[in-house]
Structure formats: structure tokens, C-alpha cells
């Protein structure tokens, strides 16, 4: 009689863990279900493949940032080029780039780089042509994480570049003319406009 009160304890003390015990691990059927949790919405932005760059800035954008007719010269993923056709003799090209680098701290590397290129190569011409350098730049504070503008000018050649760095992309809109950029009334706020633009297609 007292081994089968016994026994009656322990089964009942069995069916007492059993009820009270904690979660019980998922079986092997439950845990090899897919997860259909969403992404963040960073991770799924990061992942979306870029536009190609000639759809950042359309022809007819690009006409009316150099306010006058263009063509397409280049067309890459990364590059795109529109050249002026209005007037031949002074030809003026828009230039669009645009990359992703594997981390935010190389895309800051990478603005640092973009931002400095125009005043060396500029050097180079004016050191070549016995022209003084005439360089400016300004910084846009509401314009992705980080923006740019500069312009400069050497004898025959004058630039106006704005570079934007927005989380591990880098847009570059070059604008580069046989005349001084700076005649194009109004130009430094069309690209700024186009920049703009650009960043909500991305």
C-alpha cells in the first residue's frame, strides 16, 4: 500500500512540473519556421540598389540647371554626362556621380576626397597656364548629412561642384564650362535644386 501511495506522489508531482514549468522549447518543426519579422527600414534603404546616375538628373533637369538645350555624352550605372548644345563654341557639361562605399566612415573619406579634387586639379591647369588660382566653397547645413558647394575658376575653364553625402552614398553634381560658371546667373541655387531632386530618388 505505501509503494503504491509512493508511486501516486511522484506521478502526481511529475504532472505538477509539467503544469507549472516554464516554457517548453520549441520543437524542431517550430524553430525551422521563417521569421516574418520586416527589416528596419534603414537596412531595407541600405539594400536597395541606387539609381543610375542619368536618373538622378534628367536631360530636361539638366537643361534647365545650364538654362539652355543639352545632349547625353555618358551614360554609366555610376556616371552620367550632359553636355550643352546651345552654343558650340562654349561648351558647358553637367556631371552626375554617384556611389555607395561599405561604411558611413568611408563615405566621409570619400566627400573629404571629392570636396578637395576640384582646388588640386584646378591648380594644375592654372599652374600650367601661369593663371592665380580663384577658389571658393561654402557649406550647406540642411542638405543630407553633408554638403558642399565650391567653385573656381582658371583661365579658360570654370567649375562649379556640389558633393552631398547622405549615410554611405555620395552624390556629385560637377558642372564644368569653357566660360566662367559664374556667369550662369542663378546656377549655384538650380544645382542645389537638382541635388535636392536627386536625393528623394534614392
Same mark, same amino acid.
Given at each position: 500500500m505505501r509503494v503504491v501511495k509512493h508511486k501516486l506522489l511522484v506521478s502526481l508531482s511529475l504532472m505538477s512540473l509539467c503544469a507549472c514549468g516554464g516554457e517548453s522549447a520549441p520543437s524542431s518543426k517550430e524553430a525551422a519556421w521563417p521569421s516574418f519579422e520586416a527589416p528596419p527600414a534603414e537596412k531595407v534603404a541600405e539594400s536597395k540598389p541606387l539609381p543610375r546616375a542619368c536618373e538622378l538628373v534628367t536631360g530636361e533637369e539638366a537643361s534647365v540647371v545650364l538654362d539652355q538645350p543639352t545632349g547625353l555624352m555618358g551614360d554609366e550605372v555610376e556616371n552620367?554626362?550632359?553636355?550643352?548644345?546651345?552654343?558650340?563654341?562654349?561648351?558647358?557639361?553637367?556631371?552626375?556621380?554617384? /556611389?555607395?562605399?561599405?561604411?558611413?566612415?568611408? =563615405?566621409?573619406?570619400?566627400?573629404? =576626397?571629392?570636396?578637395?579634387?576640384? /582646388?588640386?586639379?584646378?591648380?594644375?591647369?592654372?599652374?600650367?597656364?601661369?593663371?592665380?588660382?580663384?577658389?571658393?566653397?561654402?557649406?550647406?547645413?540642411?542638405? /543630407?548629412? =553633408?554638403?558642399?558647394?565650391?567653385?573656381?575658376? =582658371?583661365?579658360?575653364?570654370?567649375?562649379?561642384?556640389?558633393?552631398?553625402?547622405?549615410?554611405?552614398?555620395?552624390?556629385?553634381?560637377?558642372?564644368?564650362?569653357?566660360?566662367?560658371?559664374?556667369?550662369?546667373?542663378g546656377l549655384s541655387q538650380r544645382v542645389e535644386v537638382a541635388a535636392r531632386r536627386a536625393l528623394e530618388r534614392i
Open positions: 552620367c554626362v550632359w553636355a550643352s548644345a546651345g552654343n558650340p563654341g562654349h561648351i558647358t557639361m553637367l556631371m552626375v556621380q554617384i /556611389g555607395r562605399e561599405h561604411s558611413v566612415e568611408e =563615405a566621409e573619406t570619400m566627400f573629404d =576626397a571629392m570636396t578637395g579634387l576640384p /582646388g588640386d586639379l584646378n591648380a594644375m591647369i592654372n599652374g600650367q597656364l601661369g593663371e592665380r588660382m580663384r577658389k571658393s566653397g561654402q557649406e550647406i547645413d540642411d542638405l /543630407g548629412d =553633408a554638403a558642399w558647394r565650391s567653385a573656381s575658376n =582658371a583661365d579658360l575653364i570654370g567649375t562649379e561642384q556640389l558633393v552631398v553625402r547622405q549615410g554611405r552614398v555620395v552624390l556629385q553634381i560637377n558642372i564644368t564650362g569653357m566660360t566662367k560658371t559664374g556667369k550662369l546667373d
